[in-house]
């Protein structure tokens, strides 16, 4: 393939993705509504803001300040998630498809009834159209002496994305409100130790800083990634072989700081961060997920991986026994030319706004040790993809190219 029509593949995937990656942030769109903040603060807290932020085809129910009665007193941080979750509509309800409801009345789920935590329909909410335009929200399960729940006003409205209404009051749904127990403490080294990774766990245990990294994200949305123990075994002599600061990396590189469960994970193919990412300045240390069958491949351009096992999936912790020790291209050569691939469908999530990935390449190559030895003995900060030849810089300068079209098209329309 030549370079031009390589050259436009490119484009071609980052035009998808810097499409697919247009997201929202929750967040700050409530931010921009003080009267909200008690409510928003409490959908950083229970991680649900990242979770909507995911989604697309949603409606979220908020209440003002004033209207917020009891929600969060006496209660754990998983009911109160189940009670907002509850104001989450998974369909899209702009104020004037609320006026326009056929016979003045539908039921939507929730992302509570998503969340399987929801026995029968209670999960729904009720939407109906009174005489003289007047608009209720009522939970499936709300007893018959709950007082109504109004449509106030519409906040914020993305067609067909994300709507935004305000409601008089918080919705009452006693199996939303049921209490859940905080989860009990997880102790990573244990988890890992009993089930297919038990020499990643010592591996993990014996760096200080990649542990309490790892421990310090396991409550607040993490996917760990372990390397089953035969693969570790066959890594060992290029793990020995790295610097203090590189070891840090490559364990960090096996957590994303977000909880995916295995259908999540497969859904949203695309490319995910790591810890190594946030951990270690300027260098990206991500890699593509991607559907593989009923599983998941995990490619870094140097190796691909597939995860082998579920070894918990809790929310908001899930850890899988993958494959291979993932080497990322910051420390190992990748693995072959850069062939173009499909687009890999851009993840749907905020955290894409990083640098996009290049074209990810086949991911059939199994030879483990097609990878060569570490590059960055030194622990110096030189880019080993940077040695490793001219295509990875170049495609990156390709990349950022681009995304300044990109951006220079998107300010001129
Ligand atoms: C969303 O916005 C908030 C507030 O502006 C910010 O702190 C947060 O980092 C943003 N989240 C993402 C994923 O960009
Ligand atoms: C919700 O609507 C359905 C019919 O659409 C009705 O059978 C049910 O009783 C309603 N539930 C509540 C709590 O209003
Ligand atoms: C976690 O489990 C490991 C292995 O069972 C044990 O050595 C360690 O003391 C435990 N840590 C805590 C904080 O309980
Ligand atoms: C890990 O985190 C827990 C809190 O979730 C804390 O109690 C524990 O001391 C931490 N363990 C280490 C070894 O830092
Ligand atoms: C370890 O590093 C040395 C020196 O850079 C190199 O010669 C050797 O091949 C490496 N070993 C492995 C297993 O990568």
Known sequence: MDARRRLCLVAAVLLAAAAAAEGYNITKILGEHPEYSQFNKLLTQTRLAADINKRRTITVLVVANGDM??????????????????????????????????????????????????????GYVNITQHRGGHVTFTAEDASDSASPVSFVKSVKEIPYDLSVLQISKVLSSPEAEAPVAAPAPVNIT????????????????????????????????????????????????????????????????HAVPDYYSLQLLTSNSGKVSTLA???????????????????????????????????????????YAVSKFLQPKELFKVAKDLAPAPAPEGPKKKSSKKKPSAASSPSDDDDDSAADSPDDDSGSDVDAADKAGAAPPMLARWVTAAAATVAALALAT
């Not at 396991?218 to 089953?228: E, R, Y």
């Not at 991607?290 to 850890?319: F, N, Q």
């Open 69 to 122: 009665g009891a929600l969060a007193a006496g209660r754990t941080l998983q009911t109160i998630r189940h009670i907002l979750q509850m104001h989450v509509l998974v369909d899209y309800y702009g104020a004037k498809k609320l006026h326009q409801l056929a016979h003045g009345v539908t039921a939507s789920s929730s992302m509570f009834q998503e969340s399987g935590a929801a026995p029968g329909m209670s």
């Open 190 to 253: 244990e988890l890992l130790s009993k089930k297919y990774c038990k020499s990643f766990a010592g591996l993990l245990a014996a760096d200080a800083d990649a542990f309490s990294t790892v421990n310090a994200t396991k409550d607040n949305g993490l996917t760990l990634f372990c390397p089953v123990d035969a693969a570790v075994a066959s890594f060992m002599p290029k793990y020995k072989n790295l610097t203090a600061k590189a070891k840090t990396a490559i364990l960090l590189y």
């Open 277 to 319: 990412t946030s951990s270690v300045a300027k260098k990206d240390y991500s890699f593509d997920v991607s559907k593989d069958g009923e599983t998941a491949a995990l490619d870094t351009k140097v190796i691909t991986a597939s995860v082998t096992a579920t070894v918990k999936d809790d929310d908001p912790l899930a850890v």
